[in-house]
């Protein structure tokens, strides 16, 4: 099989092609990685801790035995049925090992009894084992990318509606711009909200999760910092832009969850003068914006509009592009590309 893509990802999730054998699950969002190897696991193996059915193997596994993953995964179940043999690999390391397997699976010297899942990182199109599994007729290929807004906002509604509840408009367009694009953090904090509003079998009933449920969950934790961060930025605050950068990267923010998180409030930035330039007040273009901007916050974003006018605030939005290119193509260090982005915002605000 080619590497899935899309709707056709979604599609192998909620019904795995019996005709695959093995899954290699990679990609830079690890939180995504993690939960599509386990959706793909419990769809044959139900309790993961069950040692006949479930066996995790290492790169240092593969090294000693450079067999084994086709020993496993032809091996039956003493219980019946399918197993599941999870690799985790740093990359290339077991490629060769990898790629054997895949080989005798497509010749039939290898008749499997398991899903094989093979977990890794970050994998270039030239990698060894990203070829293996593409062109291999029982292997797939599964790529897991940073999450974009709309991946977040389906995450959420998901998620809720899991639990019969569902978002307000305002609410949920707060939890998206708050949420960065790292799924594992993104799905840690819609179940914080979750939890906050109560699952289901506790409520009695549907429920509906509000903008202030979201303000009470997500902006003191992380959501917090990121926007403590584009806030200082924005006001020309070098000192409250370090503390909340210290707390975000404490706190686990994808760096490149920062730089979206300034993109955001600049644009908002930028609509709220474009609003002023066809005659509104300040007031009225900060309610125009969708979310509105709220009431504790205006006074702020007031004077930020004074500050951001014109030919500043197109420097800034070119600025924070560049900034975002720079991260994804260079190879130099992300956190220290987009802390030097946001210094420099808070520098141009403050002349």
């Known amino acids: 099989m080619v590497a899935l893509k ?5 599609a192998f999730l909620s019904r795995r092609d019996k005709s695959v054998s093995a899954v290699l699950i ?3 969002d690890g939180g995504l990685v993690r939960e599509r190897t386990e959706i793909l696991a419990r769809s044959v193996v139900e ?3 069950d040692p006949f059915n479930f066996i995790e193997l290492s790169d240092a596994d593969i090294k000693a035995e450079p067999g084994r993953l086709g020993d496993e995964a032809a091996a039956l179940s003493f219980a019946g049925g399918e197993r599941v043999v999870r690799l985790r690999t740093s990359g290339e390391a077991s490629a060769k090992a990898a790629g054997d397997f895949l080989e005798s699976l497509d010749a039939g010297t290898v008749k499997s009894n398991a899903l094989v899942l093979v977990e890794a990182g970050e994998l270039s199109p030239r990698s060894g084992l990203r070829k293996a599994f593409e062109k291999a007729k029982a292997g797939a290929a599964l790529p897991c990318y940073a999450d974009a807004p709309a991946d977040v906002r ?4 998901e998620a809720a ?5 569902r978002f307000d408009d305002d609410a949920l367009d707060l939890a998206v711009s708050l949420l960065g694009d790292d799924h594992g953090i993104s799905r840690a904090e819609i179940d914080k909200l979750i939890l906050y509003k109560g699952p289901a079998a506790l409520r009695g009933g549907p429920g509906t999760i509000t903008i202030d449920d979201v303000r009470a969950t997500l902006v003191d934790g992380i959501g917090g910092a990121i926007d403590e961060t584009a806030a200082a930025a924005a006001n020309g605050a070098p000192a409250k832009l370090s503390a909340a950068l210290h707390k975000a990267a404490a706190g686990g923010a994808n760096p490149v969850a920062l730089l979206r998180a300034l993109q955001r409030h600049f644009a908002r930035l930028k609509a709220a003068n474009d609003f002023m330039d066809a005659g509104d007040s300040p007031a009225a273009a900060m309610k125009k914006l969708r979310p509105p901007v709220f009431f504790a916050e205006q006074r702020s974003f007031e004077n930020q509009l004074r500050r951001w006018r014109g030919p500043a605030l197109d420097r800034a939005l070119r600025m924070l ?7 994804k193509t260079t190879g130099a260090p992300q ?3 987009v802390e030097r982005a946001a210094l ?3 520098m141009m605000a403050g002349r």
Do not use: H, N, Q
């Not at 509606?161 to 509840?165: D, K, M, N, V």
């Open 335 to 337: 956190r220290e590309l």
């Open 154 to 157: 389906d995450l959420a509604r």
């Open 26 to 28: 990679y990609g830079p």
């Open 47 to 49: 309790d993961l801790k």
């Open 6 to 10: 899309g709707k056709a990802i979604k």
């Open 321 to 327: 592009v560049d900034a975002e290119l720079d991260a």
């Open 161 to 165: 509606r899991s639990e019969e509840l």
């Open 344 to 346: 420099r915002l808070a």
